[in-house]
């Protein structure tokens, strides 16, 4: 359950007497929403608001309300160490904070007020996750640099993840190659003499993703297609001498457009 407070809430009396067994108790007419002092409880008796029947009196009695019907009220009896006892018309009934709030706070032990219990959380830099409504969960840390992703295919609905590296990584090549799914994000250079062809797969990259091309020899680099893939470059789609660069992004599926310092 989850524990509501209010700064402005005012004592009030029982409108009648209950008994050691009641599960409800009706204040005088009129001062309930005063006594709840703003709080609204949750429907279902899922929220708990704590008050004292008898305030310091030896009848006193800690209750929780758990459910409000304008000055009539839901109760649980004999709370934070007290017993249920009868009570007369006229008791004095005052919101108040017990020993158990502070113990349910500072001891972090699993009760049926639903405390987080410290156990949850097994090492260090852990996470508690919410895993459905009302219910926690421990994220076991990640790795050293992983961050935190969301992913509605994981339980909790997130995940410790390897970001995607920002450095730009080389693929060096003296001779026509065929690009593969891990060259996305890389510069394949190219040193050769002679004319190679760097070609564009069908089937391997998605919308989005993209390739750089870069001259370091002195023959010419084409970008070409595998026969199936379309390419779209202007004036054409060679790279026009040594140290030109190309990207090439697929844009639709198995088209591409390469923009760089090309020629035909």
Request: charged content about 10%; glycine content about 10%; some cysteine.
């Given at each position: ?114 405390a987080v219990p410290e156990s ?145």
């Amino acid at each position: 359950m989850t524990r509501k407070y209010s700064s402005i809430s005012v004592e009030t009396t029982l409108a009648s007497g209950i008994s050691n067994s009641a599960t409800t108790m009706t204040v005088a007419t009129g001062t309930g929403s005063a006594l709840m002092g703003g709080v609204t409880l949750a429907a279902g008796n899922v929220d708990i608001f704590t008050v004292a029947l008898d305030v310091d009196t030896q009848n006193e009695e800690i209750v929780y309300i758990t459910q409000v019907n304008s000055d009539t009220f839901t109760i649980v009896r004999g709370q934070a160490g007290t017993s249920a006892i009868s009570h007369t018309g006229g008791a004095t009934v005052k919101h108040v904070l017990t020993s158990a709030d502070l113990n349910f706070y500072t001891a972090g032990v699993a009760t049926a007020d639903d405390a987080v219990p410290e156990s949850v959380v097994t090492a260090k830099a852990d996470l508690l996750v919410g895993a459905s409504s009302g219910v926690v969960d421990n994220l076991a840390v990640g790795t050293n640099g992983q961050v935190l992703t969301a992913d509605s295919t994981q339980t909790l609905g997130v995940k410790w993840a390897t970001p995607t590296p920002t450095d730009l990584t080389l693929n060096a090549k003296t001779a026509s190659y065929t690009l593969i799914a891990s060259d996305v994000n890389k510069l394949i250079t190219v040193t050769s003499a002679s004319a190679t062809t760097i070609t564009v797969p069908n089937g391997v990259f998605s919308v989005g993703q993209q390739i750089n091309v870069t001259s370091l020899g002195d023959g010419l680099v084409t970008i070409g297609s595998d026969g199936t893939t379309v390419l779209r470059a202007t004036p054409g789609n060679v790279l026009r001498t040594k140290y030109s660069s190309a990207t090439i992004i697929c844009i639709a599926a198995n088209t591409f457009l390469i923009v760089g310092d090309l020629s035909v």
